[in-house]
């Protein structure tokens, strides 16, 4: 790939004021939803479930596949292909090549340990593996710098923890864990619809700036990627909405920290804030579909 896909900030560029990052409120909001929705999953889940959906060999190598084999590639085709903008097209390929957006987690919190499982896998591996294909479709110049403790640091205290203080309540109070799993769930649901509307309206400011033509090509990676994971979630309907949702999902947040502590302010960090705006309405729509669905098939079972 040429170098059109990746430009560097130039001086007048480094002028321009960087887009705000999360204000407190936010933080909050995205800390009680991820830990809320974790623990809600724990509180479902036994430790022969976890055994259950490890086995699951065949389900987490076409994981694997597809977010770091396939979407990559995909990634370089529309940055190269595309008239986009250098950073359109820089967010592209770092998206691409970042699975395990934790956001997923509202999507797919019914899957329970396999979807607890997929997120992990992707989130964790993304900190390992991702720099290496990035360093594979960025141009050779180009040096990044990965936030490698923070992003365990995020994995550990708002998905592994909670995951676990759930799991450990099932065991030990397994009448109150019962109880308490469909509220928390319910936190979780109204803490993420309540951030989505706070940080509207700097996530909208992001996508009028890329234009028509870079919300195009991010909306194009995010329903290509649905359809990979779709098609290779293996013979189950639920895998399938897991795979898709995961894998369309992009990991922003590792994406924007990358861009972070290489070079704070850099304009690539514009499309990569529009992004996480724009997965979650497909996906959001998707799942909704899905219930209804599955709600059909049962009561016509009955």
Same mark, same amino acid.
């Given at each position: ?70 979407? @990559? #590639?995909? +990634?370089?085709?529309?940055?190269? $292909?595309?008239? !986009?903008?250098? =950073?359109?097209?820089?967010?592209? /390929? &770092? %998206? ?50 990965? @936030? #490698?403790? +923070?992003?365990?640091?995020?994995? $550990?205290?708002? !998905?592994?923890? =909670?995951?676990?203080?759930?799991? /450990? &309540? %099932? ?71 897991? /795979? ?59």
């Amino acid at each position: 790939m040429n170098q059109t896909g990746w430009v560097w900030a130039s001086e007048r560029d480094k002028e321009k004021p960087m887009m705000e990052l999360l204000s407190t409120k936010e933080m909050v909001l995205l800390a009680v939803f991820f830990v809320t929705s974790m623990m809600s999953i724990g509180m479902q889940t036994r430790g022969s479930d976890l055994a259950l959906a490890a086995a699951a060999r065949g389900y987490f190598g076409r994981t694997l596949l597809a977010n770091f084999v396939i979407l @990559p #590639v995909v +990634g370089v085709a529309i940055a190269s $292909l595309m008239p !986009l903008q250098p =950073p359109v097209a820089g967010a592209i /390929l &770092l %998206l691409a090549c970042t699975p395990g957006g934790l956001s997923a987690i509202q999507f797919t919190g019914k899957g329970g340990p396999m979807a607890a499982g997929v997120l992990f896998l992707l989130s964790f591996l993304a900190v390992f593996v991702s720099p290496f294909i990035l360093k594979m479709v960025l141009p050779g110049d180009v040096r990044l710098v990965i @936030p #490698v403790g +923070g992003a365990l640091a995020v994995l $550990l205290v708002f !998905l592994v923890l =909670p995951l676990l203080v759930g799991m /450990l &309540l %099932l065991h030990k109070l397994p009448t109150v864990a019962k109880k308490l799993a469909k509220p928390f769930l319910l936190v979780g649901v109204v803490s993420f619809v309540a951030w989505m509307v706070i940080s509207g309206s700097w996530r909208k400011e992001a996508a009028a700036e890329i234009g028509g033509g870079g919300v195009g090509a991010i909306l194009i990676l995010i329903f290509v990627s649905m359809v990979i994971g779709w098609f290779m979630g293996g013979p189950t309907h639920d895998q399938r909405q897991i /795979l898709a949702t995961s894998t369309s999902m992009r990991n922003a947040a590792l994406s924007f920290g990358i861009v972070q502590a290489t070079q704070p302010g850099h304009p690539v960090e514009v499309p990569l804030v529009a992004f996480s705006m724009l997965m979650v309405f497909p996906n959001m729509v998707f799942t909704i579909y899905h219930a209804v669905r599955a709600k059909r098939k049962t009561r016509n079972a009955e």
